[in-house]
């Protein structure tokens, strides 16, 4: 372990997040084709469409505004909710965050997404102590995210696939992939069923926004936290 | 020369669609930075940081369990051989193109 305070912010961690962050790409281009071809069909600009995809960097918040686009405040709304999970997500990396000041949080955190996300908590567990990953990891799917949307505002309906195409699965087995380093063995075996059953349950409740997401995260680190306290307090 | 830049730019963003993505963005980073920044001013308790321990998990498992129990049987599949092939080779890439080519298989024979 590196001593705490030795947090570091250079270029050759950006690199490597961005490196780490290309297999990444190849989820979220499609998606961000789906957003730039919605963009589209609700009547933008291109460059409108590029604005919001370069400004927002957020699929489901964007997909979710563009169905509700005639009526704004719904939509900021929707977009608003769907990533409330980010609330929770900064946090997790205050061991880097702490230890760094300035455009350095604040800008690094603009382009925090679900992906590089994960990527800078394997990181950061596996003893990694450069903050420029996060910023690195992110600018990669950033440029991927914005490109697509342009791809997708070109192209339109020509290449958009139906839905249930195994494209779509990309994305989901990007989030299934990014779960095997996060598993640190039996401890987190109960957080995780419980994370699923309370997903599952609140998505049926609860189908709207992604309530459903934090409902089920909340509800396992809940677990997990209670399990450990409650195991050390018997011991002791 | 300049006035009509600056018009064929007014005709490329309307006043109300710019309003609703500078909403965006400001509910979107409010989000990805207001977490953070609250975090930095209340100090938070061992109990709250032991929560964040487990957080990385849960959310995933979250989102992803109730899409796969949507899918049906080749999206388990496909699951499957994403989990297994990340298990073994620890490489993204290769995770996402096996978990991709079973869902393209189901979706052939579907």
Do not use: K
């Amino acid at each position: 372990m590196t001593p705490i305070g030795s947090v570091v912010f250079t270029r050759a961690g950006v690199w490597r997040g961005a490196q780490q962050a290309v297999p990444m790409v190849a989820g979220l281009a499609p998606f961000g084709i789906v957003a730039g071809t919605l963009a589209q069909a609700h009547g933008l600009t291109w460059l409108e469409a590029l604005l919001m995809s370069a400004l927002v960097f957020a699929g489901a918040g964007q997909v979710l505004a563009l169905s509700y686009w005639a009526h704004p405040v719904t939509a900021v709304f929707a977009c608003l909710v769907v990533n409330l999970r980010m609330l929770l997500m900064g946090p997790s990396l205050a061991v880097w965050l702490d230890r760094l000041s300035g455009w350095r949080v604040w800008g690094s955190l603009f382009f925090m997404a679900d992906h590089n996300w994960a990527l800078s908590i394997t990181d950061l567990r596996s003893g990694g102590r450069d903050g420029g990953f996060l910023l690195g990891s992110g600018l990669m799917l950033w440029v991927a995210w914005v490109c697509g949307c342009a791809v997708g505002f070109a192209v339109g309906d020509l290449i958009r696939p139906s839905a249930g195409h195994p494209l779509y699965f990309i994305a989901l087995a990007v989030f299934i992939a990014l779960l095997v380093p996060l598993w640190r063995g039996r401890r987190d075996a109960l957080p995780w069923l419980v994370a699923a059953v309370v997903g599952v349950v609140a998505q049926r409740l609860l189908p709207q926004g992604a309530w459903y997401i934090i409902a089920g995260a909340v509800a396992g680190s809940l677990v997990g936290v209670i399990r450990d306290r409650w195991g050390s307090a018997e011991r002791g | 020369m300049i006035g009509g830049a600056a018009l064929s730019v007014a005709n490329l963003v309307e006043g109300p669609n710019l309003l609703t993505i500078l909403g965006m963005l400001v509910g979107t980073y409010g989000c990805r930075a207001g977490g953070y920044w609250l975090f930095r001013q209340i100090r938070p308790t061992p109990f709250i940081r032991g929560m964040l321990e487990y957080l990385p998990g849960s959310l995933f498992v979250a989102y992803v369990v109730p899409s796969l129990l949507s899918g049906g049987p080749w999206q388990w599949a496909a699951a499957a051989a994403t989990v297994a092939v990340m298990a073994v080779r620890r490489n993204f890439a290769w995770a996402i193109a096996a978990g991709t080519a079973t869902a393209w298989i189901g979706w052939w024979f579907r």
